[in-house]
């Protein structure tokens, strides 16, 4: 395979080549430890009284140590694995305040205001034309084929020798599909300027994208986002991978702490996490709702998508779109966009969400999900999210990474009767106590909140036997937490949740929660009497939430013990 040289330099505007790059404070020393008295900043420790990194090492150290992994680990379906190239290294990679930031470096990098032009696809993400439009660049765009496949060759045809750069979207947006290999590669080799392609949505496709060409192509330049698959959208951070020369010249006109310190370090310690589990589940919702709408009667067509949505046509994608509105569901009409007429833009949310959707689209159903309330609790150790749902749902969920955490969980809502879902990221390699009480509090403060609604409801208790064990919990949703605890354990742990945490679970939700908790346990088992527990709870909960006085008679119907 020969490798194409592109004379990058001769692409550059001739300002950017000039100009003498804003020096930061940081990169005129490397002193580790020096006494800063540098950069105007407070020397007193806020932890966040220094400037960031302005070359963001870690950051990028963490994201090029994934790439060079992926595309050693994957199977590259014909493409040379890099290793056999020799690996990316950090200055193959800009790191931007989301890939947006990338697009409009890159076009200011190599687009002469009122000169130059870039071209792109039709329909695809609007910030390209966007980014053009604010720099007062030319914007041309090809329509892609009846199916959404690039046509190369109009492409090329509407280049001329102002177009400094072809912007692609593989899977693209709004459309869903990966752009044919052999289409893209033919551009690389033939078009004299710079050939970007944007895989926001690459995660969930099962290709591995164009990121190792870097080295074949010095005229390539891939996007990569944080806010998609990486599930970060909110801390913006996004990255190009290109030869080293581009990856300079965008460094050299970027804002010099274009990342926050609080981005970085939440960046860092996410590419560290594994999603492939979330990721797949995304990935097998697509695949299950595709086929739920392709059975739905007002739907025309399914596009086949290599993303984590989905593009519908619709017979009549106004009046759908108003009626998920109505029902409280939010998606993306495309039918303006071009040869996608009646067409909607669906993101594949939850399985419960998603069951919401479609219920409502062919039962006319109102939106289980309609009403929740959610709380979410940000700490450097844990993330954690709480949504309750109080008119039911169709499922409870819960992914605290501790199973029996989500095993008990799953008791409290399954006897309680509240549907909700839980989600808990922490650094768990650490220690798994900052999660359990993080979502403690977060399961008090959505409780309170709960009962901060209702008008009327009981204050009750209850008695719950199990096998030999025997648990009493009483709960007083007096507003004032008192916590009395009488359970002792004689192991360390049950499964992976250390016994010492359990009392700290519970007073910590009483103290979170505002209510009064007495909890006495007996038993010889540890698991049976922390089940035991976790159940009189969860009905105790139930009574004292309701204003029912016969929810203290009735078992569940989903059938306690
Ligand atoms: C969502 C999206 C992005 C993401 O941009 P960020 O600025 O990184 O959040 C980029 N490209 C496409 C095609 C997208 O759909």
């Not at 300002?15 to 900043?41: M, Q």
């Not at 150790?381 to 709480?386: G, H, K, L, P």
């Not at 749902?393 to 199973?403: E, G, H, R």
Request: net charge neutral; glycine share 6%.
């Amino acid at each position: 395979m020969s490798n194409k040289t592109t004379d990058i330099d001769l692409l550059v505007r001739l300002n950017v080549k000039e100009l003498k790059p804003y020096s930061t404070a940081r990169d005129e020393c490397e002193l580790k430890y020096a006494i800063s008295l540098d950069a105007n900043e407070s020397p007193y420790n806020t932890g966040y009284n220094r400037y960031p990194d302005p070359h963001q090492k870690a950051l990028k150290d963490a994201f090029v140590k994934k790439i060079n992994l992926n595309s050693r680990t994957m199977n590259n379906r014909g493409q040379a694995p890099i290793d056999e190239q020799g690996e990316l290294t950090t200055e193959n990679i800009f790191a931007g305040n989301g890939s947006d930031e990338a697009i409009d470096l890159l076009i200011r990098v190599f687009c002469n205001p009122g000169v130059d032009n870039i071209v792109s696809i039709s329909p695809t993400y609007g910030m390209y034309r966007v980014a053009a439009s604010v720099n007062d660049i030319e914007y041309r765009d090809v329509r892609l084929n009846a199916d959404f496949s690039l046509d190369s060759k109009a492409i090329l045809n509407s280049c001329d020798s102002k177009s400094k750069i072809i912007f692609l979207c593989s899977p693209n947006n709004p459309t869903g599909n990966l752009l044919a290999r052999e289409d893209i590669l033919s551009l690389l080799d033939s078009f004299n300027g710079i050939v970007v392609i944007d895989e926001a949505y690459i995660d969930f496709s099962k290709n591995a994208g164009f990121a190792s060409l870097i080295i074949r192509y010095n005229n390539l330049a891939v996007l990569r986002t944080m806010s998609k698959a990486g599930g970060m959208a909110a801390i913006r951070v996004g990255f190009l991978i290109s030869s080293k020369l581009i990856v300079s010249y965008l460094n050299r006109i970027k804002y010099p702490y274009n990342i926050s310190k609080v981005s970085q370090d939440i960046a860092i310690k996410s590419i560290n996490e594994n999603r492939r589990e979330i990721v797949n589940q995304i990935i097998s919702e697509r695949e299950r709702i595709s086929a739920l709408l392709k059975k739905t009667p007002s739907v025309k067509m399914v596009y086949p998508s290599d993303s984590n949505f989905l593009l519908v046509k619709f017979d009549n994608a106004k009046e759908i779109f108003k009626k998920l509105i109505e029902n409280n569901i939010v998606v993306r009409y495309r039918g303006d966009e071009p040869g996608c007429d009646g067409m909607l833009r669906i993101t594949i949310g939850k399985p419960a969400e998603n069951d919401t959707l479609i219920s409502v689209l062919t039962s006319g159903e109102r939106s289980f999900a309609s009403g929740y309330l959610e709380f979410t609790r940000v700490t450097k150790e844990t993330r954690v999210n709480v949504r309750l749902f109080p008119e039911g749902a169709p499922a409870s969920y819960f992914s605290t990474s501790i199973v029996i955490l989500d095993h008990m969980l799953d008791h409290i809502a399954l006897q309680s009767g509240l549907v909700m879902e839980i989600e808990a990221v922490g650094v768990l390699e650490v220690d798994p106590l900052h999660t359990i009480e993080d979502v403690a509090i977060v399961l008090g403060e959505a409780l309170s909140g709960l009962i901060s609604l209702k008008t009327g409801y009981n204050r009750y208790g209850f008695v719950l036997p199990m096998d030999e064990s025997r648990a009493e919990v009483l709960i007083d949703f007096g507003g004032r937490p008192y916590f009395v605890w009488e359970a002792g354990f004689k192991g360390d742990k049950v499964g992976d949740f250390p016994c010492e945490m359990f009392r700290h679970f519970f007073s910590t939700l009483s103290l979170s929660g505002k209510f009064t908790l007495h909890i006495k346990a007996t038993g010889e088992s540890d698991h049976h009497k922390a089940e035991a527990i976790f159940k009189a709870f969860a009905r105790s909960l139930r009574i004292a939430m309701s204003n029912k006085i016969s929810e203290y008679q009735v078992p569940s119907s989903k059938g306690i013990i």
